[in-house]
């Protein structure tokens, strides 16, 4: 199999319905308490690396392999989808791990699993976008100078706000999560504020909301692929995080869900 090959539309499609399979696999793994030895559930590592610069190395495939497949984008329709992606992950990649303050060390296998699946993820988004997503009648500020006529003919604008409003979420979340320990505190407190009051993992809330902005937007099978995937990696965490909090902290607040506020 050469390389041409590998970008090939069939191919493409055969990585994101294998992505859809392993999140399934991943949800089930998860939900019966296996918990990926990272953050709080780390144990020992004897080999690894510190969170912050484990989490560019792995992270930042995400980010340049889309932002390469920007330039070679044969619809506008499928340059803004990789600059949507592009805006997630240069936060993730270039300016989050740098605010991380865990001195835990981040396991190397851990590390190492997710750059596969970063370049393996980025690789799929970013070449059907570029290469495979159907140009829209109009472009997207196109949209915006007809929004009278065009807001419910297309879901551009309805699904960027979706989007956007889960990073939001995503983003101040983590910020909370980042500002809880002063310089030198070590340990684990009760978060509060925000979405905080409502859930216990607002911050996967928000990137579970922001992916399903993205695959409405683009309305491909790697786009779907990967919010799939998402929920099903990040939602089973977000009870096991529940769980331990009330585990941990006898005072934590009984009326706070899981992952979705007011529900679970």
């Known amino acids: 199999m050469d390389w041409h090959d590998l970008q090939s539309e069939e191919k493409i499609l055969d ?16 939900k019966l308490g296996i918990n990926a030895g990272y953050g709080r559930y780390t144990n020992t590592a004897r080999f690894g690396l510190s969170p912050g610069i484990a989490w560019f190395i792995q992270e930042a495939p995400s980010f ?33 791990p740098f605010r991380i303050r ?41 949209i915006i100078v007809k929004f009278y006529y065009n807001l419910f003919e297309r879901n551009y604008i309805f699904c960027s706000a979706v989007f956007f409003i889960g990073m939001f979420i995503n983003h101040r979340a983590d910020d909370i999560l980042l500002n809880l320990r002063r310089p030198g ?12 009051e409502y859930i ?4 996967y809330y928000g990137e579970i909301v922001e992916w399903i902005g993205y695959a409405i937007a683009a309305r491909s099978v790697p786009a ?23 585990e941990k902290f006898p005072e934590y607040p009984k009326d706070r869900k899981a992952l979705i506020p007011f529900v679970c």
Not at 224 to 246: E, K, M, Q
């Open 15 to 30: 990585l994101s319905w294998l992505m859809i399979f392993v999140g399934i696999v991943v949800y089930c793994l998860l």
């Open 102 to 142: 865990s001195k835990t060390v981040s396991p190397l296998y851990i590390m190492l699993s997710a750059i596969f699946f970063c370049c393996y993820n980025g690789f799929i988004q970013g070449t059907w976008n570029a290469l495979y997503q159907p140009e829209e009648d109009y472009w997207f500020f196109y």
């Open 224 to 246: 779907v692929a990967f919010a799939i995937f998402t929920f099903c990696n990040i939602g089973p965490r977000a009870f096991s995080h529940h769980a331990w909090y009330l």
């Open 200 to 203: 216990s993992c607002p911050n």
């Open 185 to 196: 505190e070590t340990g684990y407190k009760i978060p509060r504020g925000f979405l905080y």
């Open 64 to 96: 340049f392999i889309p932002f390469i497949c920007i330039f070679r984008s044969k619809t506008n329709s499928g340059l803004f989808l990789n600059v949507l992606f592009c805006i997630h992950y240069f936060n993730r990649a270039l300016i989050f």
